[in-house]
Antibody, heavy 122, light 108 residues
Framework: EVQLVQSGAEVKKPGESLKISCKGS????????IGWVRQMPGKGLEWMGI????????RYSPSFQGQVTISADKSISTAYLQWSSLKASDTAMYYC???????????????WGQGTLVTVSS | EIVLTQSPGTLSLSPGERATLSCRAS???????LAWYQQTPGQAPRLLIY???SRATGIPDRFSGSGSGTDFSLTISRLEPEDFAVYYC?????????FGPGTKVDIK
């Protein structure tokens, strides 16, 4: 069974750094694009970016470029989303999701991780 | 960047009724690279439709998608209690692969 399991909820203060993770299993992690989606409280889904773990090719939404870093370690089948200096406006649920078709850049997300809630508050 | 607009924002219907949701793109979505997702409260989104009209594995045939170019729709032929949720469209033809703002289908 293909599964994405995300790290647990985080509570941080403004200015702190954070790295959340998404571990894939049941498939060849290196060969599928994997992405991150933000959902702010009570709001819709926002596409943040994707990474191809095989060669770390990464595409960002202009809205998130420079605000976050997407990375992956194919040796442990894990993708990451990190912030160097959190803001209160980063408070949101963050989902990882995998492209459905092997090696395909233009693709839909399926499956999805369970989400990681990040709360940034002083 | 392709901007997706979904209408209506909220659709109030009764179980058994037909739901038609619209997704309009600011420019043509190449190769009908459009997906629909369903999200229920507290859950991750679930893929319903890809390629504008192909149902994902395990999705009941009461869900159907259609459209091309800039105009797409999702139809639920007869609403079941579990279908009351928020529905999002996403285009994956042009990076960034944007989502629409969602349509909430709630019980009338």
């Amino acid at each position: 069974e293909v599964q994405l399991v995300q790290s647990g909820a985080e509570v941080k203060k403004p200015g702190e750094s954070l790295k959340i993770s998404c571990k894939g299993s049941g498939y060849n992690f290196a060969n599928y694009w994997i992405g991150w989606v933000r959902q702010m409280p009570g709001k819709g889904l926002e596409w943040m970016g994707i990474i191809y773990p095989g060669d770390s090719d990464t595409r960002y939404s202009p809205s998130f470029q420079g605000q976050v870093t997407i990375s992956a370690d194919k040796s442990i089948s894990t993708a990451y989303l990190q912030w160097s200096s959190l803001k209160a406006s980063d408070t949101a649920m963050y989902y990882c999701a995998r492209h459905s078709t092997v090696g395909t850049t233009h693709n839909w997300f399926d499956p999805w991780g369970q989400g990681t809630l990040v709360t940034v508050s002083s | 960047e392709i901007v997706l607009t979904q209408s209506p924002g909220t659709l109030s219907l009764s179980p058994g009724e037909r739901a038609t949701l619209s997704c309009r793109a600011s420019q043509s979505v190449r190769s009908s690279y459009l997906a629909w997702y369903q999200q229920t409260p507290g859950q991750a989104p679930r893929l319903l439709i890809y390629g504008a009209s192909s149902r994902a594995t395990g999705i009941p045939d009461r869900f159907s998608g259609s459209g091309s170019g800039t105009d797409f729709s999702l139809t639920i032929s007869r609403l079941e209690p579990e279908d009351f949720a928020v529905y999002y469209c996403q285009q994956y033809g042009s990076s960034p692969f944007t989502f629409g703002p969602g349509t909430k289908v709630d019980i009338k």
